[in-house]
């Protein structure tokens, strides 16, 4: 598939300053302190519940931050992303699984593409009866929302059981970093709001994972070509403002590094090519998905993705 455009200079204010960027950041940040707010001010309910949009909202900007945005300093671009609103994934782990996601010629092979939905059919066959039926249900859009966050979370912490997982020192500091600045912002979070963690953790960073993994819940497809695995989501604008325009996928995937802000007019520019380029690989919108697929299941968790593909290329393995 050929890149898509640009849908402005590089000479561009916004390309020179990334105020879009900055302006999203303090977005973020204020929206999440406001809601936090209004819960000490009795509006828990509500608040709880635009807390969870806002943690997912962090989400995605923590994705623009993994691909040099607002700055292409990368350790002030990881300072602006440490904090842990959504609770569960160090920044530093989520930047180095998704880099490798971006080696396009592994998408969907299960075990090489750290986010691949699929397990080879053997693998699934093995599973016992109660997982088969999880992974299954994994593949409905409530299932994404409600079981996807616990799989999630089960397989970020199952590797540190092993001892010669903390051999890293790289881990071992990502870990504590992580660990610490999660206990101080949930004591301030109680001490100013009288939110208890377990309310946190439970009634906002949980559900947060559901609203984020629904992004990616028909992102990739097993195809023989690369480029046929990336769909194109053409969402309503509240989905392409949680998301970060990040559901014209196929753009993203041709030109990682294009800002947020300039994806929808490099693909409405090109449109036509960049869906012929995914071989059709086409959603109209995130809705569709919901109704179709709320207890159907859009595929199969078990498939051939590399006899689809052929030879899987070597994987890179991560020393840190």
């Not at 593409?113 to 109660?130: G, H, I, K, V």
């Not at 301030?188 to 992004?215: E, H, K, N």
């Not at 490099?266 to 709320?294: E, K, M, N, S």
Request: hydrophobic share 50%.
């Amino acid at each position: 598939m050929n890149s898509a455009p640009s849908d402005i200079s590089q000479s561009s204010i916004a390309m020179r300053t990334e105020w879009p960027t900055w302006l999203l950041i303090a977005a973020i940040y204020g929206s999440w302190l406001a809601a936090l707010v209004w819960y000490a001010h009795g509006a828990s309910l509500g608040a709880v519940a635009a807390l969870v949009v806002i943690a997912a909202w962090y989400m995605s900007l923590q994705h623009e931050l993994v691909h040099n945005h607002p700055t292409r300093h990368a350790a002030l671009n990881r300072a602006l992303g440490l904090l842990p609103i959504a609770v569960w994934y160090p920044f530093d782990i989520y930047r180095r699984s998704h880099l490798a996601h971006h080696r396009d010629e592994l998408l969907t092979y299960p075990g090489q593409d750290p986010e691949s939905n699929y397990l080879d059919p053997a693998d699934f066959a093995q599973r016992s009866a109660l997982l088969r039926v999880l992974l299954l249900v994994q593949r409905t859009t409530l299932g994404r929302f409600f079981v996807t966050p616990a799989f999630g979370i089960f397989y970020l912490l199952w590797p540190l059981r092993k001892a010669s997982y903390w051999r890293s020192p790289k881990l071992r500091w990502t870990w504590v970093q992580h660990l610490a600045l999660l206990v101080m912002m949930l004591w301030a979070i109680q001490a100013a709001t009288d939110m208890s963690p377990w309310t946190y953790v439970l009634g906002v960073s949980y559900p947060c994972l559901g609203l984020a993994f629904m992004r990616s819940f028909y992102e990739h497809r097993p195809a023989a070509l690369p480029a046929h695995r990336i769909v194109v989501n053409e969402a309503a604008w509240p989905w392409r403002l949680l998301y970060l325009n990040n559901n014209y996928h196929a753009v993203h995937h041709a030109q990682p590094n294009l800002p947020w802000y300039a994806i929808p007019k490099a693909y409405w520019a090109q449109r036509d090519a960049i869906v012929a380029g995914t071989g059709g690989f086409l959603v109209p919108g995130y809705g569709d998905l919901f109704v179709r697929h709320a207890f159907s299941p859009i595929d199969h968790p078990a498939q051939a993705t590399h006899l689809a593909a052929g030879p899987a290329p070597a994987a890179v393995t991560d020393t840190t």
